[in-house]
Nanobody
Framework: VQLQASGGGLVQPGGSLRLSCTGS????????MGWSRRPPGKQRELVAS???????NYVDPVKGRFTISRDNENHTVYLQMNNLKREDTAVYYC???????????WGQGTLVTVSS
């Protein structure tokens, strides 16, 4: 499985960014796709995930601000991030797996910096 992410960058607080990630390889391991992040000096956390059927989960700090979606035909997952806060600054990673508890495949990170 290969995951290719894009869309990071520098944005001011309150701004928006959209991350994209396209997967290839074993389709079974693309059943659940999502995004994790590692803020500076902190541990990595799962931000959002979505099953092929459209069921999604979000970590509490991003609920109401981030929206995950996916294009199953093209094995692509998106993360629309609105009302970004400084604490959203992190390296964001696309990941996937057969289940939400086994998202063992990772793409390269893309840096999101929220700063004025």
């Amino acid at each position: 499985v290969q995951l290719q992410a894009s869309g990071g960058g520098l944005v001011q607080p309150g701004g928006s960014l959209r991350l994209s990630c396209t997967g290839s390889g074993d389709r079974l391991m693309l059943s659940v796709m999502g995004w994790s992040r590692r803020p500076p000096g902190k541990q990595r956390e799962l931000v959002a995930s979505m099953t092929r059927g459209g069921s999604s989960n979000y970590v509490d700090p991003v609920k109401g601000r981030f929206t995950i979606s996916r294009d199953n035909e093209n094995h692509t997952v998106y993360l629309q991030m609105n009302n970004l806060k400084r604490e959203d600054t992190a390296v964001y990673y696309c990941n996937s797996g057969m289940t939400s508890d086994s998202m063992d495949y990772w793409g390269q990170g893309t840096l999101v910096t929220v700063s004025s």
